[in-house]
Structures are given as structure tokens and as C-alpha cells.
């Protein structure tokens, strides 16, 4: 009796859940292999994954390339750091008309800054979306630029020197203070961004998005309003960020204006085009090779990057659809 072939898992499936059992085990292992460093390692890995795969909402979905996404990302760590600093030290953010004072709840901080990096991106694809190709790109660099210098400028917050969080966020329920129990909420945060993102990119916005990246003129006569499907999904594209910032902040417990430069913005960037521009969970393998092979390579060479150039030259040359694609084969998970 012949067994269709649709009952066995296909390699893609095989792949995530191979990743999904992987990082679900890792707390254990590295106790069992005392080697217990790679829980805070691979929570930095998660963090990132987390801001890549938002990119790529944003990137692979909508074909809006961005060189200021790190802005968002910086905001979101920023809100947590300040939020703490006024806690701490018993300062209101407003007194007028109502008294807001600081916060060190995750409950509360956290989607304080998903929603102000939101609201940051709302104003600054609102204006980037009107531009197209280079000038967007641009654009998004400008903002990025003129965010991070502001916060060079904020001496009261440390300006260039950055400002640290005296400890992490509380949480009903967990002790962020435990490496591990942090390591498994950013999994979880982690792994519900990537089921919003998979289901939002399968359901009509997604489509209308996918539509507008590959000929917004057709969809504009077909009367969709293009411009607001792609402010929305550039919109929960920083959302993301400020998520991944807002983790960040309590992962190092410190934020420098840096993690709105430019530069962040390009290995944001890199992890999308390593793992996988328009798959979702390419980005958690882009994310994962880069931040390893940093890691690895930095204990032979300051000069690190020397070696890992030839790696991406690779990569582009030999696996253009990026690490999963390479592994998985076939087309990307949405187009």
C-alpha cells in the first residue's frame, strides 16, 4: 500500500520544529554541558531574531527597504530605561494636566513602548511612504539619523554615555532576574510575533500588501487604498522593533544612543538577507548565524568581520533565497 506523501512533514516543517525543540532544550543543555553563558547568548540571539523578523514583515512582504528600522528598536529600549529612571528616582514624566510618573511593571512599560515606537513609526512611514525606491530608503536613514542624535542630545538620560537600568523589569509571575526564566519569555515573545506575522501575511491584508510591493498601480485601480495597507503594515513593522528594544533594555540592562545608528539598522538587514527575505522565520537563522559566527570569530580576531565578509559573499552568490531557502528549497513562505 502506497502512503500519499502529504502525510510526512515537509522539510520546512522539519526545520522549524528541529529549531523550535532546539531552543525549547537549550536552558537544560548548557546546565547539563556547564556552559551556562549561551542562556543569555541565545536570548540576545532571540531579541534580534525578533527585530529581524519584524523587518522582514515590513522588507519581504511589503518590498519596503528600510535603513532605519533600529530607530524603533532604540525607542522601545529607551522607554523601559527612562520609565525605570523616573521610578527610581521618584520623578513624574508630566505633571499637567495628570501626573504620570515612571514605571518598572513589564505589564505596564512594555507595551508603553510597543505603543510609542508605533506611534513613531505611524508618523515616519507617513511621510517615507510617499517617496519610493532610493528616496524611501533614504528617508528612513534621515529619521533614523535625526532620532538617534536626539538622544545624544538628552543629558539628563546620559546623552552619548547611554543610561542603565538598575535591574529588570518585574513581571507577574516570573524572576527576570533568572536568566533562564528571561530567556524562555523572550522565546515566547518571540515565537507569538512569528504566529501573528505568518497569520497576518496568509490573511487579505496580506495579500492587498504582497500586491502593492509587486505593482501598486494595479492595486490602486482596483481600488484598494495601497497607501494604507503599506502605513499599517510598516506600522506593526516598528511595533516589533520597540518589542525587541523593550527586551533588549532589560538583557543588558543598559541602552546607548547606538542601537539607533545606521549601522544597527544594516545588520538588522543582514540577518533578514542571510536567513531569508520574505520567509518569517528566515530572519531567527539569519539572526542565529550572524550573532554566532560573531561570537565565534571574535575569540580569534578582533578583526572578526574580515572572515565573516567571504561567509555572506557566499551565501548571496550560492543561496539567494538565504539560509532557509537553502535548507528548505522551493519558493519563499509568502511570496
Known amino acids: 500500500m502506497q502512503i500519499p506523501l502529504a502525510r510526512f512533514p515537509n522539510r520546512r516543517t522539519i526545520i522549524v520544529a528541529a529549531a523550535a525543540l532546539l531552543l525549547l532544550a537549550l536552558p537544560p543543555i548548557a546546565q547539563m554541558i556547564d556552559e551556562v553563558y549561551l542562556v543569555t547568548l ?36 529607551y522607554v523601559v530605561c527612562i520609565s525605570s529612571f523616573h521610578s527610581l528616582e521618584n520623578l513624574p514624566f508630566l505633571t499637567w494636566p495628570i501626573v504620570v510618573g515612571g514605571s518598572e511593571n513589564g505589564l505596564v512599560v512594555w507595551p508603553a513602548a510597543v505603543a510609542i515606537s508605533a506611534v513613531a513609526a505611524a508618523v515616519v512611514g507617513a511621510l517615507s511612504l510617499r517617496t519610493t525606491g532610493m528616496h524611501f530608503i533614504m528617508i528612513t536613514l534621515a529619521f533614523a539619523q535625526m532620532l538617534y542624535y536626539f538622544f545624544v542630545s538628552l543629558e539628563a538620560y546620559g546623552g552619548d554615555d547611554g543610561i542603565s537600568l538598575f535591574a529588570r523589569n518585574t513581571f507577574p509571575g516570573l524572576d527576570l532576574a533568572s536568566d533562564v526564566q528571561f530567556y524562555y519569555l523572550c522565546l515566547g515573545a518571540l515565537a507569538v510575533f512569528l504566529f501573528f506575522s505568518f497569520r497576518l501575511a496568509a490573511a487579505r491584508f496580506g495579500m492587498v500588501v504582497k500586491g502593492c510591493r509587486e505593482n501598486e498601480r494595479r492595486m490602486k485601480s482596483l481600488g484598494f487604498p495601497t497607501f494604507r495597507y503599506r502605513l499599517v503594515c510598516f506600522v506593526i513593522a516598528g511595533a516589533g522593533a520597540g518589542l525587541a528594544g523593550a527586551l533588549i533594555a532589560n538583557q543588558t540592562e543598559y541602552v546607548s544612543p547606538g542601537l539607533m545608528h545606521w549601522t544597527r539598522s544594516g545588520e538588522i538587514l543582514v540577518m533578514v538577507l542571510l536567513g531569508g527575505m520574505g520567509t518569517l522565520f528566515g530572519p531567527v537563522l539569519g539572526a542565529m548565524a550572524l550573532l554566532l559566527a560573531e561570537e565565534i570569530l571574535s575569540i580569534y580576531t578582533e578583526h572578526w568581520m574580515v572572515y565573516l565578509g567571504p561567509f555572506l559573499v557566499f551565501v548571496v552568490l550560492f543561496a539567494k533565497r538565504g539560509i532557509y531557502g537553502w535548507i528548505a528549497g522551493g519558493n519563499s513562505t509568502h511570496g
Do not use: T
Open 42 to 77: 541565545f536570548s540576545r540571539i532571540l531579541i534580534y531574531a525578533l527585530a529581524a523578523v519584524s523587518l522582514d514583515l515590513m522588507l519581504g512582504l511589503g518590498g519596503m527597504v528600510s535603513l532605519g528600522h533600529a530607530a524603533f528598536f532604540g525607542i522601545g529600549a
